[in-house]
């Protein structure tokens, strides 16, 4: 993976050291120089949510109803350190359900990364679903080493409700009739979790986009014409438009992976 933006210099990661090589390509970014583009903000005084996504060239978000399809190596390392650098990973039930969610994974040199970084061995997932639509059996609330957070209105189904508590999760209210982005955010800001990874859906991504949520949105574009049919990273509420600044862009084997903070 190799840097394009910011224009890489003799002090930044991703340059060569020999001033006169001109345009040979710089070399392989390595982890460490990762987690320095991509790190949260030191000293969080606030929860500060994180939106990792893939698009096609077209705009599309899935291929056959999943995001796999358009995703790559390049993709899959900084999807994977989003998730190593979080207090907790935010998504909501669709996703969950249709790319097949378990709790997060781990590996020895990924819990030393989290180590390093002040962060627990793994962190939790955190289901958004207004009606407490995932089922008490499924990967995610089951197949996990810590417990998920399911994110429901207080007027989910009660048998629901106590029927993912059974299995383990943590049944939190963060609205009446609907899940408040907000007050979702504050519960899990109780919790301790302020660095929030969100991995979709795009109703999801819409709802913290309406309220003015989203601090950083990793982008990467997949060199793919998916053609009509699916859909953009947002869908649903209408929102207004708002300015985000580039802060990095890389490149490797014809994906871009942009990142973009408020700006």
């Known amino acids: 993976m190799h840097q394009l933006w910011p224009l890489p210099t003799a002090s930044d990661p991703g340059t060569t050291s020999d001033p006169g090589a001109?345009?040979?390509?710089?070399?392989?970014?390595?982890?460490?120089?990762?987690?320095?583009?991509?790190?949260?903000?030191?000293?969080?005084?606030?929860?500060?949510?994180?939106?990792?996504?893939?698009?096609?060239?077209?705009?599309?978000?899935?291929?056959?109803?999943?995001?796999?399809?358009?995703?790559?190596?390049?993709?899959?390392?900084?999807?994977?350190?989003?998730?190593?650098?979080?207090?907790?990973?935010?998504?909501?039930?669709?996703?969950?359900?249709?790319?097949?969610?378990?709790?997060?994974?781990?590996?020895?040199?990924?819990?030393?990364?989290?180590?390093?970084?002040?962060?627990?061995?793994?962190?939790?997932?955190?289901?958004?679903?207004?009606?407490?639509?995932i089922p008490p059996d499924a990967p995610v609330i089951t197949d996990t080493a810590v417990p998920t957070l399911v994110v429901t209105a207080a007027d989910a189904p009660a048998d629901r409700r106590a029927a993912l508590a059974d299995a383990g999760a943590e049944v939190l209210l963060a609205g009446e009739d609907t899940v408040d982005p907000a007050t979702a955010i504050r519960?899990?800001?109780?919790?301790?979790?302020?660095?929030?990874?969100?991995?979709?859906?795009?109703?999801?991504?819409?709802?913290?986009v309406a309220a003015d949520l989203v601090d950083q949105l990793c982008l990467t574009y997949a060199p793919l014409l998916a053609g009509p049919g699916p859909g953009r990273i947002v869908a649903g509420l209408p929102s207004t438009p708002r300015d985000m600044t580039l802060r990095s862009l890389l490149h490797e084997d014809g994906f871009l992976l942009a990142r973009y903070r408020r700006a």
């Open 22 to 133: 001109g345009s040979a390509a710089p070399p392989e970014l390595s982890d460490e120089d990762l987690e320095a583009l991509y790190g949260y903000p030191a000293d969080l005084g606030r929860p500060w949510v994180q939106a990792n996504f893939v698009t096609s060239a077209d705009g599309a978000v899935s291929v056959d109803e999943r995001s796999d399809g358009l995703s790559s190596t390049a993709d899959k390392r900084v999807f994977l350190l989003g998730r190593d650098l979080a207090d907790v990973v935010l998504v909501g039930a669709g996703t969950a359900l249709a790319e097949n969610y378990g709790g997060a994974r781990t590996t020895e040199t990924r819990r030393a990364r989290r180590h390093r970084h002040g962060l627990s061995d793994v962190p939790p997932i955190a289901v958004v679903t207004r009606r407490c639509s």
């Open 187 to 208: 519960l899990l800001d109780e919790r301790g979790l302020r660095r929030i990874d969100c991995e979709g859906g795009p109703h999801l991504l819409a709802s913290l």
